[in-house]
C-alpha cells in the first residue's frame, strides 16, 4: 500500500519560514504531478502548488514569490518551503501525489493526513 507521511508544520511568527515534506513509501511504480493543498477555516481547499515529475511548477497567486515547491525522485518526496509566513497562510496543509502502483495501469490520487501550519504572533 502506498502512504504519504508529512511533516514540518508548526507555529511559526509572520515573517517566519517552515519547510513541509511528505514522503510517499510503499509498492510505487512512479509518481506524477505532487502537490500541496491547503483549506482554513471558512474557506474551500485550495491548491497551494504543484510540481510535475519533471519539476515544473505552478503556485497560488497568493503564495508567489514566497513559497517555492520542490521534489526528489530519488526520495518520492515534495517539499514546500515557506517563507515570509502570513497570517493568512494559516491552515491545514495537505499533501498529494498521482502515483502509479506496480500491478495497477492507472494513477491514483493519494493524500496525506495533513498537517497544522499556524502563523501567528
Known amino acids: 500500500q502506498v502512504q504519504l507521511v508529512e511533516s514540518g508544520g508548526g507555529l511559526v511568527q509572520p515573517g517566519g519560514s517552515l519547510r513541509l515534506s511528505c514522503a510517499a513509501s510503499g509498492r510505487i511504480l512512479s509518481i506524477n504531478t505532487m502537490g500541496?493543498?491547503?483549506?482554513?477555516?471558512?474557506?474551500?481547499?485550495?491548491?497551494?502548488?504543484?510540481?510535475?515529475?519533471?519539476?515544473s511548477a505552478k503556485y497560488v497567486d497568493s503564495v508567489k514569490g514566497r513559497f517555492t515547491i520542490s521534489r526528489d525522485n530519488a526520495k518520492n518526496t515534495v517539499y514546500l518551503q515557506m517563507n515570509s509566513l502570513k497570517p493568512e497562510d494559516t491552515a491545514g496543509y495537505y499533501c498529494n501525489a498521482d502515483i502509479q502502483r506496480y500491478y495497477r495501469g492507472n494513477y491514483y490520487a493519494y493524500w496525506g493526513q495533513g498537517t497544522q501550519v499556524t502563523v501567528s504572533s
Open 36 to 55: 500541496w493543498y491547503r483549506q482554513a477555516p471558512g474557506k474551500e481547499r485550495e491548491l497551494v502548488a504543484a510540481i510535475t515529475s519533471g519539476g
